[in-house]
């Protein structure tokens, strides 16, 4: 397991560099052969590969594969990415859109689907393609992509004046450049009952590069109070550099919540899920949510029954403090809120 420091003192002058993270997102791994080749994994990885990348594309900045264990096919950051053959054989539950999110959709990229709080399609992008991702067939070509088509999204905003937080979300808000995020979040603020703006991202995980300082003068620079939430499923995806951008969103006095979601052969753990927990509280990050999968068709095989989720929550309470302890959930569709499990 990595030793993170935490120290921001010792952040290096290119972790503040828009190129940088843009470069990583150029040169992420978009090829089921190339991972498959940078992993050194056996050959017969490739057809089924090839064959369920047309389905949901690869990919992979090469930031998150240098944290993978070359030669294992296993590898739990691996599993996350790499398409199988498993997911050409959809279980019986599995559908498109299984939180049946069309219905809850405003206006062209505007989701609400709870009291007091509305979420924005803020980008159709993400900077890695995760195979358990319930909105893999999310129609996102159809969410506006610029401040002149996020207008009827605002003005709903605005119009509702029982609203006071806003979720950006996606694919990821932080693929956006931080001058349109800027400018994003200055219409939001600008709407006078909203008081808290949620961005829910992975890339502070995947390209730790992309808390530039510039982000940071956006997020301290309005009035809204600010969360992120972020998405690390495993403990080795928190690295010391990983660890060095989530200190300074800290350092601004944002709140940095995770999710997670229990994945078999990735977190289906004590050791995984304990681990993870150690590592963002010792950074400051609390573990807010451990989601149960969805029923997306491609995703089945990553399903870990309830009855064990529960079996490791409950063990996860005896080794951490009360606070280090996700809650765990599962998205029903219709429902109010998400339904606590455990
Ligand atoms: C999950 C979700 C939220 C946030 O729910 P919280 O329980 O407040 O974290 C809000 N809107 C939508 C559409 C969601 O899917
Ligand atoms: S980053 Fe989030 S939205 Fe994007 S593929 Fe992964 S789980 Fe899905």
Redesign the pocket.
Known sequence: MQIVTGKTDSVPASVAATADWQQALKSAVREPDELIDRLQLPARYLAPARQAAREFPVFAPLDFISRMEPGNPHDPLLRQVLPLDLELSPGEKDRKDP?E?AS?IQTPGL????AG???LIAAGACAIHCRYCFRRHFPYQEAPRSLAAWQPALQMLADDPSLD?V?L?GGDPLTLVDSQLGALMSQIAGIEHICRL?IHTRLPIVIPERVTDELLANLKGNRLTMFV?VHANHPAEIDDRVGVGLRRLLDQGITVLNQAVLLKGVNDSLDALVGLSRQLINLGVVP??LHQLDHVAGASHFEVPVSQGRQLVKAMREHLPGYAVPRY?V?KPGGS??EVIS
């Open positions: 939180l999110e809850a989701l609400q689907k709870y709080r509305a979420l937080e979720l979300s949620r939430v807010y949510y959930v998205e809120s998400k």
